[in-house]
């Protein structure tokens, strides 16, 4: 039987509220309710044919609660005079919540919108857009207005978040509901007191005015007469970002590794220094100016995720050339072959073509699949024989 049921009669008021529809409508006001459904009914030829089931399924709509059925009348040449159901409709918002038992969310959104309307009504407009996020978020309104309100008031504060006094809240809420908050404030604060080119959830801390943890560099000197502590001759430093970029080092070398037994490990050598990497992590070393002015060389893994960091490394620095991420390195080291979890599959335009050949042959599996061979899998004989050969070179 095609004819509406009331199963599906159910699934267009669960459609309404997936869509955010039946909410929306509470802080807009536009009227969705009362709202007709689409009712399938049965045909002329069905109605004749099929008469007990027709009279069936009226009888099953009829009994419908909460449920406003319009009647058509319909003759029967046999059975004479009978009524069947033209249109089903639904008055209120509350009679399609409790259809679909939302009584509950519903009545906790209404409390949303009286709580948002008081103290942040600007934020009416967010409950509108996301009200089904709104919803699971309850729990946490209360708290969430109250922060709005306290950067409303303290604008581009210049404290820590671990600085906020609001009772009842810590900076822990406050640092795992930044995604949100960033929505909220965005809304409240005026431009002035947001900076537009601090995006994404890290950077929530600039974004907004507060101080941010700062940013630590850890580096090695590899050459000997190129002391930055007097008193110490393992020169492994750790920095702030602010520092490390105010560096005038003098070298001539600069190399990245991910691995810290690599960077640990890593033999001394004229002229160079080597920075314990951060994957995609390179914003921490666009401020320092006086890498432009050195030979970097980025030592990663041989994979798709390697050369991607590669491809990122030379978007701010055009002088990276790769270490150790060659076609002759991954054969030599057959024996130490991985697999990379989940590869990377995006163009990189800044890779030379013998690098773009060999990420080309590993995103297409053309060797083995999901190929990787990690840094750390290289023989430091290996190793020692490319920084030879690099300083046979002159650097380059």
Known sequence: ???????????????????????????????????????????????TERFD??????????????YR????????????????????????????????????????????I???REQQ????????????????????????????????????????????DIPGIHSKFIEAWRGVLSELLDI????????????????????????DKPVRIRFRMLDP???????????????????????????LRVFITENEINFLAFPRMKDSTVIFGAGYGFEMLYEAEWLSRCHIHYWGDIDTHGFAILDQLRSRFGNVESFLMDRRTLLAFEAHWGAEEKQTLRDLPRLN??????????????MRENLRLEQEKIGFGWVESALDRLCADGGM
């Open 121 to 164: 009504p600007r934020l009416l407009a967010w409950l509108a857009k996301r009200p089904l996020r709104a919803v699971e978020l309850c729990d946490e309104w209360s708290r969430l207005l109250d922060i709005v309100s306290w950067c409303e008031k303290h604008p581009r504060p210049d404290v820590y978040l671990r600085q906020v």
């Open 353 to 366: 073509q013998e690098e773009k050949s060999l990420y080309d042959d590993l995103r297409d599996n053309r």
């Open 1 to 47: 039987m095609s004819w509406t049921r009331p199963l599906e009669l159910r699934a267009q008021l669960h459609k309404l509220w997936e869509r955010g529809d039946i909410l929306s409508a509470c802080v807009t006001g536009e009227p969705l309710f009362p709202k007709r459904l689409t009712l399938k009914t049965p045909t002329s030829a069905e109605m």
């Open 114 to 116: 009286d709580e948002t």
């Open 188 to 211: 409240v604060l005026p431009p002035e007191s947001i900076d537009p080119t601090a995006t994404g959830v890290s950077r929530f801390a600039r974004r907004y005015g507060f101080r």
């Open 69 to 112: 059925v319009e009647m058509r009348e319909f003759r029967h040449r046999q059975f004479g005079a009978n009524a069947v159901p033209h249109e089903v409709w639904i008055d209120r918002a509350a009679d399609a919540v409790a259809l679909i038992g939302k009584q509950q969310d519903y009545a906790r959104f209404i409390g949303l």
């Open 225 to 251: 007469s190129y002391v930055l502590l007097p008193c110490c001759d393992e020169q492994d430093i750790t920095l702030d970002a602010e520092s490390f970029a105010r560096l005038e080092p003098n070298v």
């Open 53 to 66: 089931e027709v009279r069936a399924w009226i009888g099953v709509l009829r009994a419908l609660p909460r």
